[in-house]
Structure formats: structure tokens, C-alpha cells
């Protein structure tokens, strides 16, 4: 078979799963907003998620980023997106991780506060996407009532898209959602004895 038989093949071979691309990408007609959640023993759930921000962001939407657990640190990716102004609400309300705290009392309490926000922006028709940044370790321990988030990211104005992140999600998190996103980890520096680095870890 010469390169041009291969080449011919090809060509038909792509134009058919074009068809039935078209035709599948035709067939979806609702618009609405998404409950989306980034969970799993991998990095990058929250990377992800602010990759989404940057796409709204990109269009002209406005996002909230409230970030559970935690704390306010110097990342890069908040003074990326508060370079946006108006157009960003970001609020880290977390005491730092639950090992560092060790005081469940007063992360509950820091839930608690960063949720009154979370519910400020799920209720508001000019915010359109709501990133939950680390609300996965929130529910884990038990911090906040997974009943009542659900009952509040539901309340939300039909076409709010709500991002969720973190390890372990809970399974009626998983199931209320309509996109679900395990990240599996496969290698990481940071076991080869490589420190967290500014730009990569933050």
C-alpha cells in the first residue's frame, strides 16, 4: 500500500467520524449551568478549576473563587486572576491545612464563614461561575452539612456553573453533579525529594 492509499484511507476514514461527530454535537440543544467536581488522590484540581476561571474570565463572565481550609497564602494564581478586578471575587476564608491546625473547632468555625460567602455568591444573578476550591476536605471532616450544601448549590440561578474541588469526594456530591473529574496520580517530584517551587506549587 503506497502513501497515497494511506493517505486516502485516512481522509475516509476521518470524514465518517466527522459525520458522526456533527451529528452528536447537533443533538445537544439545553444550555444551563454546571456542577462540576475535580476530585482524586491526584494534583491539579484546583489548577483545573482556575483554568476554568481563566476561560469565564476570557468571555467577560464573572467567577468567585472561595477557598476552604486553605489558608490565605501568596499564590500565583490569585494575583493572576485579581489582575482581572471587578470581574474576580476571591476570598481564601481557610485556617491552612487541617494538620497544621489541628483544632477542628476553629475549622469548622472558618467553614462555617466561608460558606456564608460561598451561599452569597450561589445566590447572585451577576456571578457566573462559583469555584468551592479544597469544599471536597470541608465535607470530608465533617466541617459543614453536605445536605445543606446541596440544598444551596441547588438554589442557585439556572445558568451559574459551580466548580468543586478536592480530594475524596463525597458520593451524593458525585451524583448531584453533572461532570466528574478523578485526577490519579502516577509520579510526582515532591516523593524524589523535589520542595514545592513558586510558580508550580503556587
Known sequence: M???DDNARHKEKMAKRKEVQDREVASKTEARGLLAVHTGGGKGKSTAAFGMALRMLGRGKKVVVVQFIKGAWDTGERHALERFGDQVGWHALGEGFTWGTQDREKDIAACERAWEVAKGALLSDDVDLVILDELNIALRYYYLSLDRVLEDIARRPAIQHVWVTGRNAKP?????????????????HFKAGVRAQEGIEF
Open 2 to 4: 503506497t502513501q497515497t
Open 172 to 188: 451524593a456530591l458525585i451524583e448531584a453533579a453533572d461532570m466528574v473529574t478523578e485526577m490519579t496520580l502516577v509520579k510526582h
